[in-house]
């Protein structure tokens, strides 16, 4: 049985076969993995791997640190064009409609 602290799935496995044959299953703490778009699944860029406090870890705009600024953009230009009546929400992809809903009540 493995230690109550490599039961979590932070740590990954991985199988090892040693010297003298025998299989044996090592422990190694994953590494982080860089921030990404919600939309388009891009890692984001200007935010820092390993960033120190909360204002070095997302950009002070709209979605900073959530989606990239192409996807920002998209978001922003369908808020206005369904607050002018040129597109319904109906006509969105379902993964922009969360978003452009979020613009749109602000």
Same mark, same amino acid.
């Given at each position: 049985m493995?230690?109550?602290m490599?039961?979590s799935?932070?740590f ?8 003298k &044959? ?15 778009c919600a939309?388009?699944?891009?890692e984001? $860029? !200007?935010i820092?791997h390993?960033?120190k406090g909360?204002s070095t870890v997302t $950009?002070?705009?709209k979605? &900073? &640190?959530?989606?990239?600024?192409s996807?920002? !953009? $998209?978001v922003?230009?369908?808020? +206005?064009r369904i607050?002018? !009546?040129?597109?319904k #929400? $109906?006509d969105? +992809? ?6 452009? #809903? ?5």
């Open positions: 493995p230690k109550p490599h039961r799935r932070s990954r496995r991985m199988d090892r076969v040693t010297p &044959g025998k299989h044996t299953i090592h422990y190694k703490r994953k590494s982080k993995e860089l921030p990404h939309i388009c699944k891009t984001l $860029n !200007g820092p390993r960033a909360r $950009n002070a705009r979605f &900073g &640190g959530v989606l990239c600024a996807c920002t !953009g $998209n922003i230009k369908l808020a +206005s607050e002018h !009546g040129e597109m #929400l $109906n969105i +992809s379902i993964v922009d409609r969360a978003f452009v #809903l979020q613009m749109i009540s602000h």
